[in-house]
C-alpha cells in the first residue's frame, strides 16, 4: 500500500538561449510537461537547480517563485486555462492588474496585447463563446500581458485543429521574433519542431538529444 | 491594496457572471437564518417586556416607599404625598394603606391581601382601575364595595390560573366578607373585578380609603407603603437618592428590585434566547461552509490556473471570504427590512395571545444591526477554512488533479 514514486526526469541539464524559440520533444509520459513545469516554477524538482537570467531560482519561496511567473515569466496551457468567470479581456487584465498598475494602464494594456493576437474584437466576449485557437490565443495574450522574459507553453496546440494550430504557432513565432520574448513550448507533433530555433529530446526522463534549429524554422517560414 | 482590488474584481466579476440560482438559494438562506435568529429572541424580549410593564403598570409602580425598622406603617401621609409629588421625576403617587386579611364567599375563603386605596391617585400609578373584566373600578365615595382580583373572585372563569384556588363564583354585585385586620369581618358589595393577567397582582381586593377610616379610624393619615410612578426617561435610582432626602426612616425600593417575581423567567427566557442565537449562527456558519467548500471544489483548477499566472494566494482567499460576505450581506439586509417592515408591524397588529396577555416583537435597531454584523462576520469566518484549504493544494494538484 502507498504511493509509488515514479523518476519523471533524471539528470536533465538544459540551457534555453535567451531569444530562442526552444521545443521540447518527445512522447507522451517521456517528461517533457514535467519539465516545462519545473523550468517554469509550477513545479520543483526534488533535485537539482533551475537558473534563470544567472539568477538560481530554485530555492526561492513559493510567494517568490509567484512573483517571477506574474512579472517576468508567462504560461500558456494545454487545455486553454482561461478563466469562465471574465471575458477575454478580463482574463489578459487579471496579471496586469496584480502587479498593481492603474486600472486605466491595465485595460489598456490588455486590449494592446489582444491587439497583438488579433482579437481585439473578441475582446469583451467569454471564453465559451471563443474557439479553441481564439482562447488560446487570449491565452498567449494573458501570458504576455506583464512583458515576460520567457513564456512557457505546454502542448499549446494539442486540442485544436490544423488550421488554429497554425495560427496559435505562427502567433508564439511572430511574437518570438518581434518582441524578442523567448518561448518554451512542449510538442509531441514533430511538425511544430519547424517553428523551433531549438530542440530538446525528452525520452524516458532524460534528454535524448538537443540541437539549433533556427535554420529549419528559417525554412518554415513564409 | 493591489491583492484587495483584485479580490473586489474576482468576487465581482464571479457574483455576477455565476449561477443565479445558487446566489438566489444562498441569499435567501442567509435571510431566512437572520430572520429566525430575530424572531424568537424578539418575541421572547416581547413577552419578558410585557411581563416587566405588568409589574409595574398593576403591583410594584417604579419606586415602593415602605416603613424601615419595626415600623408597620407611615404616618402624616398627605403631607408626605405632597412632597413627594412635588419632587422632579415623579409623575404620580399614591399610599395604600393593608386593611384585610381574608376574604369569604358563602362556604369559600382564602386569605389573600385587601388594601384601601384612593381610587384617583390609584388609577394614575397604576392600569388596574383601566383592567375592569366585570362591574366597574371603585370611586371615591364608595362605601362598603371592594373590587376584586380574577385570582380571588374566579368569576366562573376557569381558565383562569389559579382558579380552583379563588372563591371560583363571585360576580361583580354578589356580597362578600372581608376579616379585617382589627379582626372584625365585615360585609362588602363587589364593585368590580377586574384582570391584569399577572398573578401576583390578580388575587388583591381594594376598598376605599374613606371607608378604611370609617372601619379603621386608628389608621386614618397613615399608609402601609407609598407606590411612586416616575416620568418616563427618569433613572429609578437616581430618584430614589431624590425622595431619600424627603423624609428618613424609610425603605425604598424600585422596580428593578421588586421583579424577581419574573426574574427567573426573564434568565430563563433570556437563556433560550441565547440558545436560539447561537443555533442560527451555527446554521448560517455550515450553510455559508458548505456553499463556499461547494464552490472551491469546481473551481479547484481555476485557482490553480489563478497561481500559476501569478496571482497571489491572499487575493484568492479573500476573494471567497467576500463572496460570503456578499451574499450575508445581501441576505441579512434583505431580511433586515423584511422583519423591520414587513413582520414586525404584521405581528403588532396581530399579537401573540400569550398566557399573560398579548406580546409583540421587541427588538431595537442596535441589536437588528449588532446581528446583521455578527452574521457577517460568521459567514465571513465560515467561508475562510474551505478557501484557505483551497490555496494549501500544490499548484500542479490543483490544475491537473494529481
Known amino acids: ?53 544567472g539568477q538560481e531560482v530554485t530555492g526561492l519561496s513559493e510567494r517568490q517563485r509567484g512573483e517571477l511567473r506574474l512579472r517576468r515569466l508567462g504560461y500558456v496551457f494545454q487545455e486553454y486555462a482561461l478563466l ?5 479581456a478580463e482574463n489578459v487584465y487579471l496579471p496586469a ?62 486540442n485544436l485543429d490544423t ?48 540541437g539549433d534549429h533556427t535554420d529549419d524554422l528559417s525554412e518554415a517560414q513564409p | 491594496m493591489t491583492g484587495l482590488r483584485v479580490s473586489v474584481f474576482l468576487a465581482g466579476r464571479s457574483l455576477a457572471r455565476s449561477s443565479y440560482g445558487i446566489a438566489a438559494a444562498t441569499t435567501v438562506m442567509m435571510l431566512l437564518i437572520y430572520v429566525s435568529l430575530l424572531f424568537l429572541p424578539s418575541l421572547i424580549q416581547g413577552a419578558i417586556n410585557r411581563a416587566n410593564s405588568q409589574l409595574v403598570d398593576t403591583l410594584t409602580s417604579n419606586i415602593v416607599i415602605t416603613p424601615a425598622g419595626n415600623a408597620t406603617s407611615i404616618a402624616d401621609v398627605s403631607s408626605y404625598l405632597s412632597s413627594i409629588r412635588g419632587t422632579t421625576g415623579v409623575a404620580a403617587a399614591t399610599a395604600v394603606l393593608h386593611v384585610g386579611t381574608q376574604v369569604s364567599y358563602g362556604a369559600n375563603s382564602g386569605s389573600w391581601t385587601v388594601d384601601a386605596i384612593d381610587p384617583v391617585s390609584y388609577g394614575e400609578v397604576f392600569a388596574t382601575p383601566r383592567n375592569i373584566l366585570e362591574g366597574r373600578a371603585l370611586r371615591p365615595r364608595d362605601t362598603s364595595q371592594v373590587m376584586l382580583g380574577i385570582g380571588i373572585a374566579g368569576a366562573g372563569q376557569t381558565s383562569v390560573r389559579g382558579y380552583r384556588a379563588s372563591l371560583q363564583d363571585v360576580h361583580a354585585g354578589d356580597d362578600v366578607d372581608i376579616t379585617l385586620v ?44 407609598i407606590y411612586v410612578r416616575t416620568r418616563a426617561g427618569t433613572n429609578e435610582t437616581a430618584e430614589v437618592s431624590r425622595l431619600e432626602k424627603l423624609r428618613g426612616g424609610m425603605n425604598f425600593l424600585t422596580s428593578a428590585d421588586l421583579g424577581a417575581a419574573v426574574e427567573d423567567q426573564t434568565a430563563a427566557y433570556r437563556l433560550i434566547s441565547n440558545i436560539l442565537k447561537v443555533i442560527s449562527l451555527l446554521m448560517a456558519a455550515v450553510t455559508i461552509f458548505v456553499i463556499t467548500y461547494v464552490d472551491l471544489a469546481g473551481k479547484r483548477r481555476q485557482i490553480g490556473v489563478e497561481r500559476a499566472i501569478g496571482i497571489r494566494s491572499s487575493p484568492i482567499v479573500l476573494s471567497y471570504v467576500l463572496k460570503a460576505w456578499a451574499y450575508a450581506v445581501v441576505g441579512v439586509g434583505t431580511g433586515l427590512l423584511l422583519f423591520r417592515y ?51 493544494i500544490r499548484i500542479l494538484d490543483a490544475i491537473w488533479g494529481t
Open chain 1, 1 to 53: 500500500m502507498g504511493k509509488v514514486e515514479v523518476r519523471a526526469l533524471h539528470d536533465v541539464s538544459v540551457e534555453v538561449s535567451q531569444g530562442a524559440m526552444a521545443c521540447i520533444m518527445g512522447r507522451s509520459g517521456s517528461g517533457k510537461s514535467t519539465l516545462l513545469r519545473q523550468l517554469g516554477l509550477i513545479d520543483m524538482p526534488t533535485a537539482g537547480l533551475v537558473w534563470l537570467n
Open chain 1, 84 to 88: 469562465p468567470e471574465l471575458t477575454a
Open chain 1, 97 to 158: 492588474m496584480m502587479t498593481g498598475q492603474p486600472p486605466r494602464r491595465c485595460r489598456s494594456r490588455a486590449m494592446e496585447v489582444l491587439d497583438k493576437v488579433e482579437l481585439r474584437h473578441r475582446a469583451h466576449h467569454r471564453p465559451r463563446e471563443l474557439s479553441g485557437g481564439e482562447q488560446q490565443r487570449v491565452a498567449i495574450a494573458r501570458a504576455l500581458v506583464n512583458n515576460p522574459e520567457i513564456i512557457f507553453a505546454d502542448e499549446p496546440t494539442a
Open chain 1, 163 to 210: 488550421a488554429s494550430a497554425r495560427t496559435v504557432m505562427q502567433t508564439l513565432c511572430r511574437l518570438n521574433q518581434s518582441l524578442g520574448v523567448t518561448v518554451v513550448f512542449v510538442s509531441h507533433d514533430p511538425d511544430d519542431a519547424q517553428y523551433a530555433t531549438q530542440l530538446i529530446h525528452v525520452a524516458d526522463g532524460k534528454l535524448s538529444g538537443a
Open chain 2, 182 to 225: 382589627n379582626g372584625r369581618t365585615e360585609t362588602f358589595a363587589v364593585a368590580g373585578i377586574y384582570d391584569n393577567q399577572l398573578p401576583q397582582s390578580d388575587s388583591n381586593g381594594y376598598i376605599t380609603l374613606s371607608e378604611a377610616a370609617k372601619l379603621l379610624p386608628a389608621s386614618v393619615g397613615r399608609a402601609t407603603a
Open chain 2, 342 to 392: 414587513g413582520i414586525t408591524p404584521l405581528v403588532h397588529s396581530h399579537p401573540f395571545e400569550f398566557p399573560n396577555g398579548p406580546v409583540t416583537l421587541a427588538t431595537t435597531w442596535h441589536e437588528m444591526v449588532f446581528d446583521l454584523i455578527t452574521l457577517a462576520v460568521v459567514a465571513s469566518l465560515a467561508a475562510l477554512a474551505p478557501a484557505v484549504r483551497s490555496i494549501q
